[in-house]
């Protein structure tokens, strides 16, 4: 019973609206040799474990991504 959450943050520009929008959808990338792929099979991941992630612009300057995930399993 409860959650555990997680934030991952940095310090670049952050993320744009459409980037915000599209960042879980297979194939987008805003890297010229990026596949797209990291944060959809991520997402993926975390759903399978009953969890969730977004993605938010941090109010401090960067990227910010919170996971959820439950402490116990459900069946």
């Known amino acids: 019973e409860g959650q555990a959450l997680f934030y991952i943050i940095?310090?670049?520009p952050g993320l744009s609206?459409?980037?915000i929008e599209k960042i879980f959808y297979p194939f987008y990338t805003t890297k010229k040799k990026g596949?797209?792929?990291g944060l959809?099979?991520?997402r993926?991941?975390?759903k399978a474990h009953h969890g969730d992630i977004?993605?938010?612009n941090d109010p401090q300057a960067g990227?910010?991504?919170s996971i959820i995930l439950p402490l116990?399993?459900?069946n």
């Open 10 to 12: 940095d310090s670049g």
């Open 17 to 19: 609206a459409q980037t």
């Open 35 to 37: 596949t797209g792929l």
């Open 40 to 42: 959809a099979i991520a």
């Open 44 to 46: 993926r991941i975390i």
């Open 54 to 56: 977004t993605a938010e």
């Open 63 to 65: 990227a910010r991504f």
């Open 72 to 74: 116990s399993a459900k």
